[in-house]
């Protein structure tokens, strides 16, 4: 019998990574390799998600009317424009099933969130990278690579793996300029100032997407929304399955996007703690773009040391992200922990340079 065969585009996927999350033969391990948040989730998440659990018997909400008009509140959004899916993930996937196909083009940039080619890819679609300038998103080079045939433009503010952004002016000359639609991801918004929202409220082609991943701590929850136009989410909502999210998860998010002091804790705490670990960085000798996420990318002065600095770090409990496969072989991409995980990378790295000296 022959093998059935996927769709075209299918088999050109790689596999996409996670960070790891455990080193063998290592007990006390600090992963510092996905981005979460290292203050842990919301108690007040946790105890809505036990309430809802008494619940499991039942089908979930089809419309999480109740999520929607939570997250409408917070944000100062029209309810009916927003769609929520498992994780932005699945929102990334269901924007390229529904707009992209063979022939189109879906354009991402250089250093873009590994997501991008592979949603296209699932689609049919041609994934199509403009170059970045200094590890920045270059309005420029992303306008030059339009076609006639670019149905979608996935950007990142701010972006992952360099955690740099781009101003409100620039997401403007983008939404301008570009055929087809602008996805603006906001994985890290709550991080940085965001005007994303704001422009998606008056536009008919751009759609931001944002998690609950990530400042909101609920990774495993696996929550994500998008807020566009009322269009574009009556077309999402009609390829997504109906009981995409579960009870617990949605009352999860609920509860975290109503928790504005843990949020804020969050951002303050992430901030404070990334300036040390920056400032730790630098003084190590690496090179460090200013960043506005949970997360700095340090660059070292080839691939071959980035890789035993990492494989040092492994050996002391320490997980970050070698993010070769986003085009930094020499880089190390590292979430900002607690007080503790930012002492032990810092800590780590300078014996990893210690030893070095020693060597040489
Ligand atoms: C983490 C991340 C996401 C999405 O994560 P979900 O957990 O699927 O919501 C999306 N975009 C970027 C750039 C990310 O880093």
């Known amino acids: 019998m022959p093998m059935p065969t996927p769709q075209p585009g299918i088999m050109e996927i790689d596999l996409y990574q996670g960070g790891d999350s455990s080193v063998p033969g290592v007990a006390d391990v600090v992963k510092l390799s996905s981005n979460e948040n290292p203050l842990g989730p919301p108690p007040s998440a946790v105890e809505a998600a036990r309430r809802a659990a008494a ?22 959004l029209d309810p009916d424009r927003i769609v929520c899916g498992v994780g932005s993930d699945e929102i990334l996937h269901l924007l390229a099933q529904a707009f992209a196909g063979p022939g189109d083009e879906v354009l991402h940039t250089e250093h873009g969130f590994l997501m991008y080619p592979i949603v296209a890819r699932a689609a049919g679609a041609t994934p199509v990278q403009a170059p970045e300038a200094m590890r920045r998103v270059d309005v420029a080079a992303l306008l030059d690579r339009a076609t006639d045939a670019t149905a979608l433009t996935f950007v990142a503010n701010p972006a992952n793996p360099t955690g740099t952004t781009i101003s409100a002016q620039d997401i403007n000359r983008l939404a301008n300029g570009l055929p087809g639609l602008l996805v603006l991801d906001g994985a ?63 009352a999860a998010a609920e509860a975290a996007v109503r928790d504005r002091d843990r949020l804020r804790e969050t951002v303050e705490t992430n901030a404070r703690l990334r300036s040390e670990l920056t400032r730790g960085l630098v003084g190590l000798g690496l090179e460090v773009d200013q960043s506005e996420a949970n997360f700095v990318l340090a660059r070292f002065a080839s691939e071959a040391e980035a890789a035993a600095c990492d494989a040092h770090l492994r050996s002391l409990g320490v997980i970050v992200r070698h993010p070769r496969a986003y085009g930094f072989p020499e880089g190390l991409r590292i979430t900002v922990g607690d007080e503790e995980g930012v002492r032990r990378v810092l800590d780590g790295i300078a014996s990893f340079r210690a030893a070095q000296e020693a060597a040489a």
């Open 55 to 76: 619940d499991m018997h039942l089908y979930p909400s089809t419309d999480h009317r109740s999520l929607r008009e939570a997250i409408a509140e917070t944000y100062d």
């Open 188 to 250: 890290y918004a709550e991080y940085a100032e965001d005007a994303a929202l704001k422009l998606a409220e008056a536009r008919d082609d751009v759609v931001v997407t944002r998690t609950f991943s990530k400042a909101y701590g609920l990774g495993g929850m696996r929550v994500g929304w998008a807020y566009g136009p009322r269009a574009v989410i009556d077309v999402l909502n009609r390829i997504r399955g109906p009981f995409n999210l579960s009870t617990v998860a949605l």
